[in-house]
């Protein structure tokens, strides 16, 4: 577990920073794998990310998928702020 969580710390340094899209970070609030904590963090380093938590373990789309499924319709690719497709500020692709 330790091993994904510094990965993705080291994304959040490069990468994350620079998603210019509407992000919808959901997590488990029993997940084991991946804490509440580090989707906090995840989701600070999005510009305008939308964090949701779920009663859920590290599956939240099977083990809550009503839950999920509104969740994701409130971010919409459509409403993206680089117009439609998902695109890295400063170049490159996601």
Same mark, same amino acid.
């Given at each position: 577990?330790?091993?994904?969580?510094?990965?993705?710390?080291?994304?959040?340094?490069?990468?994350?920073?620079?998603?210019?899209?509407?992000?919808?970070?959901?997590?488990? #609030?029993? !997940?084991?794998?991946?804490?509440?904590?580090?989707? &906090? &963090?995840?989701?600070?380093?999005?510009?305008?990310?939308?964090?949701?938590?779920?009663?859920?373990?590290?599956?939240?789309?099977? &083990?809550?998928? !009503?839950? =999920?499924?509104?969740?994701?319709?409130?971010?919409?690719?459509?409403?993206?702020?680089?117009?439609? =497709?998902?695109?890295?500020? #400063?170049?490159?692709?996601?």
């Amino acid at each position: 577990m330790m091993w994904i969580y510094f990965q993705i710390k080291r994304l959040s340094k490069c990468a994350l920073k620079r998603v210019a899209c509407p992000t919808l970070v959901l997590c488990g #609030r029993q !997940d084991a794998l991946a804490p509440v904590a580090l989707h &906090e &963090e995840i989701a600070a380093e999005i510009r305008g990310a939308k964090l949701v938590v779920v009663r859920s373990g590290h599956l939240s789309p099977l &083990e809550q998928p !009503d839950v =999920s499924a509104r969740s994701y319709g409130t971010c919409s690719p459509n409403r993206c702020r680089t117009g439609g =497709s998902a695109k890295l500020r #400063r170049g490159g692709a996601l």
